[in-house]
């Protein structure tokens, strides 16, 4: 009953971001498209930290890594294709997580959200220092890439609905994948070693390859966010690998709710839309915003995703 | 003295001195991870209320000494204060929330200090009586404000040390570290060392950040940068060890201060550098205990 109103809910929720172009302006629709790209980065680090007990500070980094993936793919003065960079872009994101994953798994508990933070600050560091990378000033990417296939164009990126409609197809592609994912056998393995990983081990189960599995596919999806976000605003800067927006993700998937997926775009939509907000009203946004993440840990124990599942439970 | 000898004196002393006002930030931040369990990511927004509140009330007063007099009991009124509305909540709860909360706080404190102080970088004047460099060959000097700051960062280190070798509280403390439950059934009233371990991370953090007003400059963010170097330390030197502290905030000022030398290009990488490389070889840490944390 309940597994089938979450569905009915969900199924609304797309509807309406499927609809929403028809009603919004371009700014909202840009704005909706950049809540979108962090909802799926943040829902690839949920499988991390909420599936699987492993807390990663270092997220951004394959988040950055594919944005710089299309800044090196992309001709200067022309378009990458999709069909190319994409793929690309995701798999040089998941090759990073698994060099990365072999050697920051090693490490647990605090250390390991440390470890995994050095990690992203020495790629930080390490493309602020490369000349070919544009260092601290960051790239611009003049041409978004194109969508044409055998001479036949679906959408241009350059319109902001075709853009918007893109990112609405991946965030609902990384849902079903990562909803697949969780609740497959191998799913179920990542929350025996959240929950106690001496026991999965003991019970014969390799817990370092499907802890290494896990970081693969959640970089990857990162890095189809860090693509998308590079195609939308066209400049990629180390900002996109730094700490802070480590921090800011996890903030959203601890703030939306762990290990439910949809929280974490809750926590997405959330955030962005109250520092958009906020901006508009006062120079000081982050203090409202600060005092706001504040008092939700401390009056919502579970994070938002556990406030709509307790209205439904007052619901029955 | 030949030049290049007295040249990598100066960066050794450097160094040294980034070390040890690191240390002051990282044994609180360690302190409060090892025997309350929280992860304090709010930890560096002390060391930039501390510059600022110098910076603020040493125009007013003239003299940093005074200034530096009223800040810290501020500072302590802070950390108790905060401790009682926000982080007395979170005991037991999963460190995750410990983190929202916490980095809640930092923002907060960063729009305080720019409501209060204003966005600007500012400067606070070197004491007088130290106001000179000494002189190590013709052209090259070393500022003795700096020397006189390590000189301070040593005593202060050196207190500790005492308190926490041989006083009752610092007995409390070290058994608190090790071994939580038992501590509070042997009676130990573990919330009142709660409370004066964090007020004294908060107060030390802000100490840290007052002295070396006058030797940097005082900034929006500053706070920041500490933080994610102060964590490095405590990595390194294992969570909960005042020891590991000390050696790894050497350690990370040394690499720091000869990376910015050896390896321009990729300065910034050095300290995360050995940090990995510490782990892959302790993943506890060089003093910390394995399966702790």
């Known amino acids: 009953m309940q597994a089938a109103r979450e569905r009915t809910m969900l199924l609304a929720a797309f509807a309406l971001l499927a609809l929403f172009p028809l009603l919004?302006?371009?700014?909202?629709?840009?704005l909706f498209a950049k809540i979108m790209i962090m909802a799926i980065f943040a829902m690839s680090l949920d499988l991390l930290v909420g599936y699987t007990g492993l807390v990663s500070f270092g997220h951004a980094a394959f988040f950055g890594i594919g944005a710089y993936a299309l800044f090196v793919l992309s001709p200067q003065y022309a378009a990458a294709s999709l069909y190319l960079s994409l793929p690309m872009a995701i798999g040089a994101a998941a090759?990073?997580?698994?060099?990365?994953?072999?050697?920051?798994?090693?490490?647990?508990?605090?250390?390991?959200?440390?470890?995994?933070?050095?990690?992203?600050?020495?790629?930080?560091?390490?493309?602020?220092?490369?000349?070919?990378?544009?260092?601290?000033?960051?790239v611009y990417i003049y041409v978004k890439p194109s969508t044409t296939l055998f001479g036949w164009t679906p959408v241009s990126l350059d319109r902001p609905a075709g853009f918007y409609y893109l990112v609405l197809a991946a965030l609902a592609a990384t849902?079903?994948?990562l909803r697949f994912v969780t609740r497959s056998l191998f799913g179920h393995a990542l929350l025996g070693i959240r929950s106690n990983e001496s026991r999965m081990r003991a019970l014969g189960f390799a817990t370092t390859s499907y802890k290494l599995a896990a970081f693969v596919i959640a970089g990857a999806i990162a890095g189809l966010a860090g693509y998308l976000d590079a195609t939308q605003f066209g400049f990629v800067s180390p900002d996109l690998l730094g700490w802070r927006l480590s921090g800011e993700v996890l903030m959203m998937v601890i703030l939306g709710g762990m290990g439910t997926l949809y929280g974490s775009v809750l926590g997405a939509f959330v955030l962005v839309l109250l520092q958009d907000g906020l901006t508009d009203v006062t120079r000081h946004w982050l203090l409202p915003l600060g005092l706001f993440i504040i008092l939700a840990v401390l009056l919502l124990p579970r994070g938002l995703g556990g406030l709509l599942r307790r209205a439904e439970k007052a619901h029955d | 003295m030949s030049d290049g000898l007295a040249f990598f004196l100066i960066q050794v002393l450097n160094g040294v001195q980034e070390g040890l006002l690191l240390f002051l930030v990282a044994s609180g931040l360690t302190l409060v991870f090892g025997i309350m369990g929280i992860i304090n990511l709010a930890h560096g927004s002390f060391y930039m209320l501390g510059a600022y509140l110098v910076y603020a009330l040493a125009s007013f007063t003239g003299d940093l000494w005074t200034a530096i007099l009223i800040a810290v009991p501020l500072a302590i009124v802070l950390g108790l204060a905060l401790e009682a509305l926000l982080i007395r909540p979170?005991?037991?709860?999963?460190?995750l929330y410990q983190v929202l909360l916490t980095y809640g706080l930092i923002l907060v404190l960063e729009e305080i200090r720019s409501l209060l102080f204003g966005d600007d970088v500012h400067g606070v004047a070197v004491p007088a009586f130290l106001d000179f460099s000494i002189p190590l060959k013709d052209a090259l000097t070393y500022?003795?404000?700096?020397?006189?700051?390590?000189?301070?960062?040593?005593?202060?280190?050196?207190?500790?040390?005492?308190?926490?070798?041989?006083?009752r509280l610092g007995m409390a403390i070290r058994a608190g570290s090790t071994n939580r439950e038992m501590v509070q059934s042997l009676g130990i009233d573990i919330a009142w060392?709660?409370?004066?371990?964090?007020?004294?991370?908060?107060?030390?953090?802000?100490?840290?950040?007052?002295?070396?007003?006058?030797?940097?400059?005082?900034?929006?963010?500053?706070?920041?940068?500490?933080?994610?170097?102060?964590?490095?330390?405590?990595?390194?030197?294992?969570?909960g060890s005042i020891k590991g502290a000390f050696l790894g905030a050497l350690l990370v000022?040394?690499?720091?201060?000869?990376?910015?030398?050896?390896?321009?290009?990729?300065?910034?990488?050095?300290?995360?550098?050995?940090?990995?490389a510490v782990l892959l070889w302790r993943p506890a840490g060089l003093f910390g205990r394995a399966g702790a944390g």
């Open chain 2, 90 to 95: 979170l005991y037991g709860r999963d460190h």
């Open chain 1, 24 to 30: 919004a302006g371009t700014f909202y629709l840009q």
């Open chain 1, 95 to 138: 090759v990073a997580a698994a060099v990365i994953g072999l050697l920051v798994l090693r490490a647990s508990g605090v250390s390991f959200i440390m470890v995994t933070l050095a990690f992203a600050q020495m790629l930080f560091y390490y493309v602020i220092g490369s000349k070919t990378l544009g260092g601290s000033d960051g």
């Open chain 2, 193 to 239: 060392i709660y409370r004066v371990v964090f007020a004294l991370g908060v107060a030390l953090a802000a100490l840290a950040g007052m002295i070396a007003a006058p030797a940097a400059s005082v900034f929006p963010g500053m706070g920041n940068d500490v933080l994610i170097v102060s964590f490095v330390v405590v990595v390194i030197g294992g969570i």
């Open chain 1, 175 to 177: 849902y079903l994948v």
């Open chain 2, 253 to 276: 000022g040394l690499a720091d201060t000869f990376g910015q030398i050896y390896v321009p290009q990729l300065s910034g990488m050095t300290i995360y550098v050995l940090m990995a």
């Open chain 2, 143 to 167: 500022p003795a404000y700096r020397l006189f700051l390590s000189a301070l960062c040593l005593a202060i280190a050196g207190a500790m040390w005492w308190l926490i070798r041989y006083t």
